[in-house]
């Protein structure tokens, strides 16, 4: 398959209410994937003269993080007006032709929607602060401070410091779960849900797909303001937050993962289910219960689609022990819902480096992601096996890295720009200096590079997606148990009368496993896959290396 292979619009056409069940999705960060306009930063032009190489991939839908109007304080993570986009990316007809071109290619588009908090330079938050009686004064989280004068309660800022500012006109702490320049809204408050919803429904109504849903357990706070319980030392992680974020010492029972959340999950389920094939996944922040909240939040009908937890974007090696714990806590506590799985996104550091994969490793773990129960989200630059970047001190843009430093590094080296080409001194992602380098070693990895080497990996992944499409077992079958047999993780997949067993043996030694009774046929021999006895019985598995077999 070459980049001008691309998939048929049919899938699109169709309105398959499901479509998104065992979906692959494709991330793109905007102001990293393209440049059309030669100020240094990507747009949506710029997505639009690229879907072409993602279609190629085999994906089903693309994800664009925040383009909307925004300060850019953290990146369009703050938004200052939901309904338009940023100068910086272009304008709504820009949107609108990415659409439409998407959807030739049989691409479906899901956009980011961060409902939890606003910037402070949103219409709504400059009202909100002006008094404790204008229409919008309950807008926001405000509360008086204690007698002392200290803050409410003990809740804390993911970014480091207290989740409460002090505002000197309403002579209030307002909440802030991120950023200072980041009020929280507040849930509470039926009129904010309901102009939440409206915003939603424009993006609706101007075609999108799905969205993908930032800090969806964040929405709602304790109403009695509670502060939260100490986390016992032994129970700290850094799925979440570095651990050098004091934020990791609490149990935050009360700053998030409230029970009315669900009452608005299905409200904004209503709304999608309005309008035919539509999506949604949910980005579940939690480091002691994600697991729990997106079996909640994706049961029966009336919340999302799917989440996403962290489990699979941790520090903590991949192993396969990991990978069947992780599953067997998904079937304890998430059995009804849909888990949608990433190794990489804009906030973690890029998995080819935060595990230290080989080449035969990194295919190892491609193949299984994609034989995996759920659904898959790739993100840019994955395909090519971009490493995490270094970046100085001096080149730093992300505020969090910039907190932090040097313990933690922030988010800048997983969003450095996306290479197009080898022999441009930018990658081919821009005429002028991007807003992050492009680092000599991503430049050897560009997308002209790899396609005209038959081995590189980005027709690893191809081969992968198309292994993924092709059975129904692997996109939305059920699963047995997940087991680890030493370094080996197995599991049967199985739908509409076909049976697939999956093998991976996660390590660097080879091994020997034992086919389940019956008679098997090879599948996945361009991913490297072992070749099987017909009649079953022990294979030999080369160090990273899977077996896929299906029943005959």
Not at 255 to 282: I, M
Request: hydrophobic content about 40%; glycine content about 6%; overall charge negative.
């Amino acid at each position: 398959m070459n980049a001008q292979t691309l998939i048929p619009s049919a899938s699109v056409l169709a309105n398959d209410p499901d479509w998104w069940r065992g979906a692959v999705i494709y991330q793109i960060y905007p102001r990293s994937y393209q440049d059309s306009n030669g100020d240094g930063i990507g747009d949506l032009p710029g997505i639009t003269s690229r879907l072409e190489h993602i279609a190629s991939l085999g994906v089903d839908a693309i994800w664009i993080s925040p383009f909307f109007t925004s300060p850019m304080k953290d990146y369009g993570y703050d938004v200052s007006d939901y309904c338009d986009v940023d100068p910086m990316f272009g304008t709504l007809t820009d949107f609108d032709a990415l659409v439409a071109r998407a959807h030739e290619l049989g691409l479906r588009v899901m956009i980011d929607l961060v409902l939890s908090h606003s910037s402070d330079q949103h219409p709504w938050f400059q009202e909100s602060r002006t008094s404790r009686d204008n229409p919008k004064a309950d807008w926001y989280v405000w509360s008086d401070p204690q007698p002392d004068g200290t803050p409410p309660n003990n809740w804390l800022s993911i970014f480091g410091g207290p989740a409460w500012h002090w505002d000197a006109r309403r002579e209030q702490y307002y909440l802030h779960n991120f950023l200072i320049s980041q009020p929280d809204l507040n849930f509470h408050n039926t009129e904010v849900q309901d102009a939440l919803l409206a915003a939603t429904r424009f993006w609706l109504e101007r075609g999108v797909d799905g969205f993908r849903l930032d800090t969806i357990n964040f929405y709602f706070h304790d109403a009695e303001l509670r502060s939260n319980p100490a986390l016992p030392p032994e129970q700290r992680n850094a799925n979440i937050a570095p651990s050098v974020n004091p934020y990791n010492h609490q149990e935050h029972l009360y700053s998030k993962n409230q029970p009315e959340n669900l009452q608005f999950l299905a409200r904004f389920r209503a709304l999608l289910d309005e309008f035919p094939a539509k999506t949604a996944v949910g980005e579940v922040g939690d480091a002691q219960r994600g697991l729990e909240i997106m079996g909640q939040y994706t049961a029966g009908a009336s919340g999302v689609h799917m989440c996403y937890a962290f489990e699979f974007l941790a520090k903590d090696p991949l192993t396969a022990d990991r990978v069947a714990e992780v599953f067997a806590k998904v079937d304890e506590v998430a059995s009804e819902g849909w888990a949608c799985w990433a190794f990489s996104n804009h906030d973690v550091v890029r998995h080819v480096s935060r595990w230290d994969l080989s080449p035969e490793a990194l295919r190892l773990y491609t193949t299984m992601q994609m034989c995996l129960r759920g659904s898959v989200c790739i993100y840019q630059g994955e395909e090519l096996g971009l490493p995490e970047a270094e970046i100085a001190y001096e080149e730093l843009q992300d505020p969090y890295g910039i907190e932090f430093w040097p313990e933690f590094k922030g988010r800048d080296g997983c969003r450095t720009p996306m290479v197009w080409d080898r022999g441009n001194s930018y990658g081919g992602f821009s005429e002028a200096r991007p807003w992050l380098p492009v680092k000599p070693e991503h430049q050897a990895l560009a997308v002209s590079a790899q396609e005209d080497d038959p081995e590189a990996l980005i027709h690893h992944y191809r081969r992968a997606i198309a292994l993924r499409r092709a059975h129904a077992a692997l996109s939305r079958g059920s699963h047995d148990k997940v087991e680890a047999v030493g370094n080996v993780v197995q599991f049967t997949r199985s739908a509409e009368g076909e049976e697939i067993f999956c093998a991976f043996n996660m390590s660097d030694a080879p091994t020997t496993l034992t086919l389940p009774e019956g008679a098997w046929e090879q599948l996945g021999a361009d991913l490297g896959a072992v070749e099987v006895p017909s009649a079953g019985g022990t294979v030999t598995l080369l160090p990273w290396q899977a077996c896929l077999a299906r029943r005959t």
